[in-house]
């Protein structure tokens, strides 16, 4: 079986347009937000959309990314990873609405690791979640605040989101 393109260039463009006006709705005008990508596609993401909250509200927003590599719970099952780099705005989190961003939501592991990775940077105000595609089959009891695409999917199966700035190609399969 082949892989099915569920999101091309045109839909990801509109559901990141769509997380963006969400964010800045639920701000209601409160407080600085970080956006922190989960390296590779979320780092991604998040300097996407926060562009796009820039557009919407100059200067209420910066991005970062928050490597999580040390923090995950299957370090010992997976292959060897290199850590990402980290990079916190100078402001830092404290006091921030943190926004972390990555490409797809599954069993909840990564979050979890990047809420791990996140306390010892600092004490946000409050942490949202983004994400692309949350495909379900949750392990952990995490859910996602602002959702481009809810694709359910079979455990079986594998959600694949390629970006042009890392793939070279944009688009959202689900490869059996």
Same mark, same amino acid.
């Given at each position: 079986?082949?892989?099915?393109?569920? /999101?091309?260039?045109?839909?990801?463009? !509109?559901?990141? !347009?769509? &997380?963006?006006?969400? +964010?800045?709705?639920?701000?209601?005008?409160? #407080?600085?937000?970080?956006?922190?990508?989960?390296?590779?596609?979320?780092?991604?993401?998040?300097?996407? =959309?926060?562009?796009?909250?820039?557009? %919407?509200?100059?200067?209420?927003?910066?991005? #970062?990314?928050?490597? %999580?590599?040390?923090?995950?719970?299957?370090?010992?099952?997976?292959?060897?990873?290199?850590?990402?780099?980290? !990079? &916190?705005?100078?402001? #830092? =989190?404290?006091?921030? %609405?943190?926004? /972390? =961003?990555?490409?797809? /939501?599954?069993?909840?592991?990564?979050?979890?690791?990047? /809420?791990?990775? *996140?306390?010892?940077?600092?004490?946000?105000?409050?942490?949202?979640?983004? +994400? *692309?595609?949350?495909?379900?089959?949750?392990?952990?009891? %995490?859910?996602?605040?602002? =959702? #481009?695409?809810?694709?359910?999917?079979?455990?079986?199966?594998?959600? !694949? +989101?390629?970006?042009?700035?890392?793939?070279?190609?944009?688009?959202?399969?689900?490869?059996?």
């Amino acid at each position: 079986m082949v892989a099915r393109t569920v /999101l091309d260039d045109a839909d990801i463009a !509109r559901a990141l !347009r769509r &997380i963006a006006h969400e +964010v800045v709705e639920s701000r209601r005008g409160d #407080g600085r937000i970080v956006f922190l990508g989960i390296p590779t596609r979320g780092t991604a993401l998040a300097e996407r =959309v926060h562009a796009l909250v820039e557009a %919407i509200e100059p200067g209420s927003s910066t991005v #970062g990314s928050l490597d %999580i590599t040390l923090y995950r719970d299957d370090l010992g099952r997976t292959p060897t990873r290199a850590p990402a780099p980290t !990079r &916190i705005p100078p402001e #830092g =989190v404290d006091d921030a %609405i943190v926004v /972390l =961003v990555d490409d797809v /939501l599954y069993s909840g592991r990564t979050v979890r690791a990047a /809420l791990d990775a *996140l306390a010892d940077h600092g004490r946000p105000r409050a942490v949202r979640l983004a +994400v *692309l595609v949350d495909r379900g089959h949750r392990e952990l009891p %995490i859910r996602a605040d602002f =959702v #481009g695409k809810n694709l359910p999917s079979a455990t079986s199966e594998r959600v !694949r +989101v390629r970006l042009l700035d890392v793939d070279g190609v944009e688009e959202v399969t689900i490869e059996p």
